[in-house]
């Protein structure tokens, strides 16, 4: 029985570091790239608002060409595993370079940054669209699922809140005040130990849903996904979802620093917005076994708007901006932790309406969905400071001020009210899933009795 809980646990855990690994390099990219582009490399926001776009959006390809990929892809070790340990070393090294500072002018530095973001980006791909599509693979148990997608959050979200605690401090202090050596040394820390975790998730974790199927094509691949509406359903969300968290990540540093004035507060609200969702997570077992997933996923979002509401409300007042950010990150924390476990629920929708496991395909579209709402969040931030007339280390503008605040709370509210519309009316895998798993279940032990009787007529 000890060695049972063991295993369970030391799946649990190395399922979960994997996230904590892409999530030290992944907040470092989405709370302080932006800005050390524009403040201290020195690029201008209008093109570093472009480059995002276009970066993202050709990274988003390659999520897909992963898809098929992992979904071609039979070792002994599995399907999904095997790129944790293929990705790793490189991926740490990518986050280095993207945050050193070349000696050249403001068209090298731009081409440099475009190649250096890429790279990550691409790397970022080989190893984090495996890891998410590993889910399915893991266990075919719906609550077990829900505990590792929880576990998975509570490890990952440890690691953005190292990264959003200790960032701007471990750069004060490595740099001694220079920001572009403090940012390097930082990644240096960061991209190492991210290195570190992803080897030991490799070792910890093992697929043992083993599934056979015909080579995955394009075209398979489509015939698999057309007929799987709770999935498309699902995949129009993930704009409307990771839409509004990419504004908030990405004006965060600009909000605290220039919109409310305080430094301090920077590194505060980005511990709050890390932290606390670990204890939103905690309560998504509990309610998930006492409600429809999706539910929990509405009752989240409001929490999230209520602290949204707070945050609007208290204007400057760091009392009221702390208390908001709170509940905010508290409903957060609830909302990505279900999001998780959805996801893999339309892969078995698919499995038993078409015959065909597209785990890998469907979640590397997920991802590239996901790419493009970063790519859009971040090309509208860069749009708007712009229009507004922001500079770099100076006194902003009015309008370069409301520009901050319209994305970093006005447009993040509206899109996760249009998220509660469109999971609310139209999202109902919910209501038959258990007939499906047990379908699937079903199938899978006649198979085994087959393959069992087959044995015994060939010998």
């Known amino acids: 029985m000890i060695e049972s809980t063991f295993k369970v646990w030391k799946q649990r855990v190395g399922y979960g570091i994997a996230d904590l690994s892409c999530n030290l390099v992944w907040q470092l990219i989405s709370l302080y790239l932006m800005f050390f582009y524009t403040d201290v490399m020195g690029l201008p926001a209008y093109y570093v608002g472009l480059m995002f776009l276009v970066t993202r959006l050709v990274d988003g390809v390659a999520d897909v060409l992963m898809g098929l990929v992992i979904d071609n892809t039979s070792t002994r070790w599995g399907r999904c595993r095997p790129w944790l340990l293929v990705g790793a070393v490189p991926f740490g090294a990518l986050c280095i370079l993207a945050f050193y500072v070349p000696d050249l002018g403001t068209t090298g530095k731009l081409i440099y940054a475009f190649i250096t973001y890429l790279c990550l980006s691409f790397l970022y791909t080989i190893v984090n669209i495996p890891f998410c599509a590993m889910l399915p693979f893991l266990t075919a148990d719906s609550k077990e699922r829900t505990t ?124 709050i917005s890390t932290f606390v969702p670990l204890l939103g997570t905690l309560t998504v077992p509990l309610l998930a076994n006492r409600m429809k997933k999706r539910h929990v996923y509405l009752i989240a979002s409001c929490i999230n708007l209520i602290g949204m509401a707070v945050m609007m409300v208290a204007g400057v007042n760091h009392i009221g901006l702390i208390i908001g950010a709170v509940i905010l990150s508290l409903g957060a924390g609830q909302r990505t932790a279900i999001y998780f476990s959805m996801q893999a629920d339309p892969v078995d929708y698919g499995v038993w309406k078409s015959g065909i496991n597209t785990a890998g395909i469907l979640t590397s579209i997920n991802g590239f969905f996901g790419k493009v709402a970063m790519a859009g969040a971040g090309a509208v931030i860069g749009f708007l400071l712009s229009s507004g007339g922001y500079v770099a280390n100076s006194v902003q503008t009015p309008e370069a001020l409301l520009a901050i605040k319209t994305c970093y709370l006005y447009i993040p509210a509206g899109l996760i009210m249009l998220s509660m519309l469109w999971i609310g009316r139209f999202y109902k895998l919910d209501d038959n899933y258990d007939a499906i798993r047990a379908d699937l279940d079903a199938g899978r032990n006649a198979q085994q009795e087959s393959k069992k009787e087959n044995q015994t007529i060939t010998i």
């Open 148 to 271: 590792l997608s929880s576990v998975r959050i509570l490890l990952g979200s440890l690691g953005s809140t190292i990264v959003a605690v200790a960032t701007l401090p471990l750069v004060a202090t490595l740099g001694k005040g220079d920001q572009s050596q403090g940012f390097l040394y930082t990644a240096i820390v960061f991209g190492v130990i991210a290195t570190f975790f992803l080897l030991i998730s490799f070792r910890n974790v093992e697929e043992k849903i083993t599934i056979t199927q015909e080579k995955m094509t394009l075209a398979r691949a489509w015939t698999g996904l057309k007929s799987n509406k709770p999935w498309m359903i699902f995949a129009a969300n993930i704009f409307l979802m990771w839409g509004a968290f990419f504004f908030q990540t990405g004006a965060l540093v600009y909000f605290f620093h220039y919109y409310v004035g305080s430094t301090e507060l920077t590194a505060v609200i980005a511990g």
